[in-house]
């Protein structure tokens, strides 16, 4: 799958693209903070040209962008996100109904009360580790650590 992951410094964004390269897929960065979460002109226009450019099939992003979602259905390409934070405050923009959007959070309450209010585009999953970084770790760590 042809993928671009916007990249707006999250400390897990290596791991998470490096994955996604393990799994087979095409994948490019767009890495710019978000000014506005709902307008920002700037960071629209790059996700539009690399969608255009590379013929992506979807973004994926950690957290949740409402502006991502508006290049997304603009676009007619899936927006996946996964959000880590809690409270994630732009899962209750009205963007978050989308059809493009798949969001998974790991706030089991915050989902259910999406739901409840009929927002079928969240999601619940588990926060989830990377097993290769702590092998790693490990192997470099001494018995005490």
Same mark, same amino acid.
């Given at each position: 799958m042809k993928i671009i992951l916007y990249c707006w410094g999250a400390n897990s964004e290596k791991r998470l693209h490096q994955a996604l390269l393990k799994q087979g897929h095409e994948v490019w960065t767009v890495e710019k903070k978000c000014n506005n979460y709902l307008r920002d002109l700037?960071?629209?226009?790059?996700?539009?040209?690399?969608?255009?450019?590379?013929?992506?099939?979807?973004v994926f992003s950690l957290n949740y962008f409402p502006i991502v979602t508006m290049v997304c259905q603009t676009a007619g390409i899936s927006y996946i996100s996964w959000v880590y934070d809690?409270?994630?405050?732009?899962?209750?923009? $009205?963007?978050?109904?989308?059809?493009?959007?798949?969001?998974?959070?790991?706030?089991?309450?915050?989902?259910? $009360?999406?739901?409840?209010?009929?927002?079928?585009?969240?999601?619940?999953?588990?926060?989830?580790?990377?097993?290769?970084?702590?092998?790693?770790?490990l192997a470099q760590a001494n018995e005490a650590e």
């Open positions: 700037d960071l629209a226009e790059l996700l539009f040209a690399k969608i255009h450019r590379h013929g992506a099939e979807m809690s409270p994630h405050f732009t899962l209750y923009a $009205h963007q978050i109904r989308e059809a493009c959007n798949q969001v998974f959070a790991f706030d089991r309450d915050m989902v259910e $009360h999406l739901k409840s209010d009929g927002v079928i585009t969240v999601h619940y999953m588990p926060l989830a580790t990377d097993g290769e970084l702590f092998t790693e770790i």
